[in-house]
């Protein structure tokens, strides 16, 4: 796991779209696993603003979202859907046949998980999946005590992440309980995982993930044993990791072919 500290999350955003970006220009038909949420919204615009301003073409690029509301249709103003399309999709040249987010309006959600996983697979497994992680240490909707081998599937959502996201919803009332989302021994397979964090609300779930067991109940800790995770984080959410300077130096004085 390798824990890289920015000053900021604009800072951190770049970090992660040059990982990405350098991915897509050794391989233009990259397979990216792709996340929603306020955390990637910065990353996406730098994504945008490579297409535009450097190159960076996705007309190879095939690509699977971690998640989305159970009874959400795609316009819906709070779909995940509709989010892709809006922050990153519509301001890119990635192929319409090449995206796929989950289908919350399915009306058979396992036959739905399987084809899910069985295209993902198809596509030859996806190459960099990009993550952010829930105060209480969930990544996709795996929530605290989701199996470490899950697979994509329902799940419910726990009290703390309808709190933390009903801040979207116009009405909370009408906030879905329920999700389609792959799952941990799904985004474990990624070739390669980039979890971002940011601000102080994330402190506590990334050091005991980062520096804490490896446990159910904290989801994001799996990621110790990924052999190729990074964890870019802004100096509010490392606040409360132990080495926090050790990252630092080790991240400051990599050999320049290992530099992001």
């Known amino acids: 796991m390798e824990i890289i500290i920015q000053s900021d999350s604009k800072e951190g955003d770049k970090v992660a779209a040059r990982m990405i970006a350098g991915l897509i220009r050794r391989k233009p038909d990259?397979?990216?696993?792709?996340?929603?949420?306020?955390?990637?919204?910065?990353?996406?615009?730098?994504?945008v603003r490579m297409h535009r301003e450097e190159g960076l073409d996705f007309s190879g690029v095939t690509s699977f979202n971690l998640d989305e509301y159970i009874g959400l249709a795609t316009d819906h103003p709070q779909s995940y859907h509709r989010f892709m399309f809006e922050n990153l999709f519509n301001?890119?040249?990635?192929a319409t046949d090449r995206i796929h987010v989950p289908d919350g309006m399915t009306?058979?959600?396992?036959?739905?998980?399987?084809?899910?996983?069985?295209?993902?697979r198809a596509a030859g497994g996806i190459d960099l999946q990009v993550l952010g992680i829930g105060t209480d240490g969930h990544v996709g909707f795996n929530e605290p005590s989701s199996s470490l081998a899950s697979r994509t599937r329902i799940k419910t959502l726990t009290q703390q992440t309808l709190s933390d996201n009903a801040r979207h919803f116009a009405d909370?009332?009408?906030?879905?309980?329920?999700?389609?989302?792959?799952?941990?021994?799904?985004?474990?397979?990624?070739?390669?995982?980039?979890?971002?964090?940011?601000g102080a609300n994330k402190a506590d779930a990334v050091a005991r993930s980062v520096e804490?067991?490896?446990c159910a109940m904290m989801p994001a800790s799996v990621l110790q044993f990924h052999p190729r995770a990074h964890v870019i984080l802004d100096d509010a959410s490392a606040a409360r990791l132990s080495k926090a300077d050790y990252y630092r130096w080790v991240y400051d004085n990599k050999p320049a072919w290992q530099q992001h």
Do not use: K, W
């Open 30 to 47: 990259a397979v990216l696993g792709l996340a929603t949420g306020s955390t990637p919204l910065g990353l996406y615009r730098e994504l």
């Open 91 to 94: 301001h890119i040249n990635m």
């Open 107 to 120: 009306a058979d959600v396992p036959a739905f998980c399987a084809d899910y996983e069985q295209s993902i």
């Open 172 to 198: 909370p009332s009408g906030q879905p309980h329920h999700v389609i989302t792959m799952g941990i021994g799904t985004i474990m397979e990624s070739r390669q995982v980039v979890m971002l964090a940011f």
């Open 212 to 214: 804490g067991p490896v």
